[in-house]
């Protein structure tokens, strides 16, 4: 069941030709202080043009599942692809190069040149709040998946930028911590994602980040950005700054940092001419920077031969979208338990009560920068309900599941004005005059300083309520400010204070909201006070919280008339989310609780988990059947459907391992102690420290059962050489009652002393039921070496055993490499 990237309806731009000649004689032509100008960013999202040497503005927006456009919060409307875990779980290349085709075709329909993504960090620890946007926590798997993603999007002419280089594994204290890594772990796990992409894929941008390594901040790092990205690995593209990482300005720039993000005020827009003219950066320094960005604006048709735009790309709600979104979506989801054959659900489930407030409030995607503003999201509720049996399905609303407000949804407000979903935005002066009114189709938006409510004296957001029935709703606002928020029988008026902490304001605004009973059409308005200082505000109008026992009391109910209850539980943006780490793995709120009291009443009990990242499960030996669903994307709930009715089987594999409990796992801890964040676990991340030390997981990496069952038969070293084995024959059987895909994982256990076990290769194969295949998986060497410290050098590995398994728990086959048996 090989995905393939279904043909573009118009010719895919292909990469610039880049012309060295045409590149000197421009930087040539340009003085000092018009080379150093390039050199910044022009705004938040875009780069200078100059028109003398014919370059073209640049524009880049946010990845790494969807391209977000210039905008954090209310710009265009875009394709929200499933989040990066619930890619990878797929464990597909062909899924990642269709990927890149959508962001690609997304980024030329904005005229946007690069798409900042993929993001390759690994999953450390399993608290980093970022994880939804890396691929996995193992380095190998990472870096195939990425280079995919980089080879397709730059195949279109659209330039990528692996991020974050390097070691920014978690967010606590992110812009000033120093992770304190060896540098035998370093080449081995956070260097080698970054080294496959750029071997196999060659990226035109890295993205460095905010962290220090060893001591030194990411940004003026010599030995990682000059030494072996630019020199070792022989990088020709163009490292920028993480947005406003960039502290000094000469160290940086001798470092081999080549631009500065965001502009236009930076360090080197004001300090870097006088560090050039001081002698303390060699103007030769700067021409190679120019250089590499004249090549990047070549690549991406913005020097030179300049690119133009199609302008029939697929509309992010066009049928061809909504199939490819939901069919990525679905294979990625994985199995994780299912006793008596429960899933796939067939007519014979009977009577389905789905349960919980992510069925109804399903969460699509994580917060932060990555946030792109989908054209609708399908609720797991809605998805369900359309496609298993209608009229049989009833659902209950859960628990609670965020403690900090979000804005209301489109569907829920009306701009009192236009009568359509969203609301109204007016800039007043100080006597309150009217200077612009606009509508907006989200009830959220972002003020920046030179945009259109720059000259208000006070701001007015405005909508009518759309109620089914008279309910008690919380009403308030997102935003720092004083405010004063009036509906029918409520005026009030306070402050919300600033959030704390860098990007927070942006990623995690304060609000504010009291309970007022309201009847549909209710007008809402809330007005900022003469002094505001803001990113992002917006309305919050949603339903008052009610007490968890009230709520499990119904689902309960639910639970024991229906013949299976399907409970819905997750993770929000307040876990999976940019600017933070999570202090515990246990579901938000009282979820356990729910669904432990749903287990015992249902005869039947189906946990959809949709998080990115590992929960507890203390309820897993009571339920039946888990289905971890990630963060699907704008089509969620139509894809969790099709994965529980098996239209498309959940054939995902787990990309990071799940601890049973708090504090499990060779490395937990995400706070720096004194500034400083010590790898101290070394090589042994995920599954290879769980293996080191023989504890028992609650999953395994590589773990996930599909719809059908598998029985290796044999395996076979085909080619094996002083650097290591270059490929394996597999033989396996289809043994269930359903046609499936495998996912023929290899790993190698070394002999070496304190080097852990590790997957060096994979292959998918799909059989029908009874149908017996052999599959050739090839292994990579760079996941068969190790980094001598002392020579300074790569040197093989040394013997040990490969071992094909199903995830390390389930071990099929090992062979020895000394003799070659298998047993
Ligand atoms: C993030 C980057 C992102 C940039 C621009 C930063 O806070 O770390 O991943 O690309 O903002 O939004």
């Known amino acids: 069941m090989s995905v393939h990237a279904p043909d573009v309806p118009y010719p895919a731009p292909a990469p610039g030709r880049v012309d060295l000649a045409l590149i000197d004689e421009a930087v040539r032509s340009l003085d000092l202080a018009g080379k150093i100008r390039l050199l910044s960013g022009a705004k938040m999202f875009s780069l200078w043009p100059e028109e003398s040497i014919g370059l073209t503005e640049i524009v880049m927006s946010d990845g790494p599942t969807g391209v977000r456009g210039e905008e ?12 990066a875990t619930l890619l990878a779980q797929s464990w597909s290349s062909e899924v990642l190069d269709e990927v890149g085709a959508i962001l690609a075709e997304e980024a030329m329909d904005q005229q946007t040149h690069i798409v900042l993504g993929p993001t390759i960090n690994l999953h450390r620890s399993p608290l980093g709040g970022r994880l939804f946007e890396c691929f996995s926590e193992d380095p ?14 730059q195949s279109r002419g659209i330039g990528a930028s692996p991020k974050h280089f390097l070691a920014n594994e978690s967010e606590t204290q992110r812009t000033t911590v120093d992770c304190v890594v060896d540098e035998q772990t370093l080449r081995e796990l956070y260097l080698l994602p970054f080294e496959i992409v750029d071997q196999d894929a060659h990226p035109w941008t890295v993205m460095a980040s905010y962290n220090s390594i060893n001591g030194v901040t990411a940004t003026e790092h010599d030995e990682l950005i000059n030494s072996i990205l630019k020199q070792e690995w022989g990088f020709d593209g163009l490292v920028m700054s993480d947005w406003f990482a960039t502290k000094r300005a000469a160290e940086s720039a001798n470092s081999g940092l080549d631009l500065v993000m965001p502009g236009p005020e930076t360090v080197w827009s004001t300090s870097l001419q006088k560090a050039v003219r001081s002698g303390k950066v060699p103007e030769e320094v700067v021409d190679d920077h120019v250089r590499r960005l004249l090549m990047l604006a070549a690549r991406v048709g913005a020097f030179g031969q300049l690119r133009s735009w199609p302008t029939n790309i697929p509309r992010p709600d066009s049928s061809l979208r909504r199939e490819q979104l939901r069919r990525i979506a679905a294979q990625g989801m994985t199995v994780l338990k299912n006793k008596n054959t429960v899933l796939p659900l067939s007519k014979g489930a009977g009577n389905v009560a789905v349960i ?20 609708h999201v399908v609720t797991i509720a809605d998805g369900l309900a359309s496609a298993l049996w209608p009229g049989g399905v009833t ?7 965020r403690t900090r407000m979000v804005a209301a949804s489109a569907s829920a407000v009306r701009d009192p004005e236009t009568g359509t979903p969203g609301m109204r935005v007016r800039a007043l002066d100080e006597q309150g005059n009217v200077l612009d009114s606009r509508h907006f189709d989200v009830a959220e938006l972002e003020v920046a300083e030179d945009g259109w409510l720059a000259q208000a004296a006070r701001i007015e957001l405005s909508a009518d309520v759309s109620l089914a029935t008279p309910a008690r709703m919380r009403v308030g606002v997102i935003g720092p400010g004083q405010w004063t928020v009036v509906a029918p029988g409520h005026h009030e008026s306070f402050t919300v204070t600033p959030h704390d902490g860098p990007g927070g ?31 992002i505000i917006g309305l919050v109008v949603t339903a008052a919280a009610r007490p968890a026992a009230a709520a499990i009391r119904d689902a309960v109910e639910a639970a024991a008339s229906a013949d299976t209850a399907i409970v819905v539980v997750g993770n929000t943006q307040e876990q999976e989310t940019e600017g933070q780490d999570q202090k515990t793995l246990a579901l938000p709120g009282e979820q356990d609780a729910l669904v432990a009291a749903v287990a015992a009443v249902a005869p039947r009990t189906v946990v959809v988990v949709n998080a990115a990242t590992p929960v507890l499960m203390p309820w897993i030996d009571d339920v039946d059947a888990v289905l971890f669903a990630g963060l699907p994307g704008q089509e969620a709930g139509d894809a969790v459907a099709a994965a529980l009715t098996g239209e498309i089987e959940p054939a995902g594999r787990l990309v990071t391992t799940f601890p049973v409990h708090d504090g499990e796992g060779p490395a937990w801890e995400t706070a720096p102690t004194g500034g400083r964040l010590e790898y101290t676990e070394g090589p042994g991340v995920g599954y290879r420290g769980w293996y080191q030390s023989a504890a028992e997981p609650l999953f395994w990496f590589g773990h996930g059962l599909g719809y059908t069952t598998w029985d290796y038969t044999s395996a076979q070293l085909m080619d094996r050489d002083e650097a290591g084995v270059n490929a394996v024959t597999v033989t396996l059987t289809n043994t269930g009652q359903r046609a499936g895909k495998e996912t023929v994982q290899v790993y ?18 799909s059989l029908r039921p009874g149908e017996s295949g052999t599959v050739q998986i090839n292994c990579d060497l ?41 047993s």
Not at 360 to 374: I, K, M, W, Y
Not at 513 to 520: G, T
Request: glycine share 12%; aromatic share 4%.
């Open 72 to 83: 954090v919060v209310g710009g265009r409307e875009s394709c929200l692809l499933p989040n």
């Open 140 to 153: 190998y798997l990472t870096g195939v998946l990425a280079a995919a993603y980089v080879r397709s999007l």
């Open 356 to 375: 919980g407030r992510h069925a109804t409030d399903t969460v699509a995607q994580g917060g932060g920068s990555a946030r792109v503003r989908p054209p």
């Open 395 to 401: 659902v209950v609303d859960g628990v609670e599941t």
């Open 505 to 535: 304001g942006l990623h995690r605004p304060k609000s504010h909201a009291s309970v007022v009973p309201l009847e549909s059409g209710a007008r809402i308005t809330a007005t900022t006070g003469p002094h505001f200082e803001m990113r």
């Open 748 to 765: 190698r256990v070394p002999l070496d002393d304190g080097q852990p076990v590790r997957l060096i290769g994979w292959d998918q194969v």
């Open 782 to 822: 760079r996941t068969q070496r190790l980094w001598d410290v002392d020579q300074h050098q790569w040197l093989p590995l040394s013997g040990g055993s490969i071992v094909i398994a199903r995830g390390l728990g389930d071990r099929r086959i090992t062979v020895p490499l000394e003799n070659g048996q298998e």
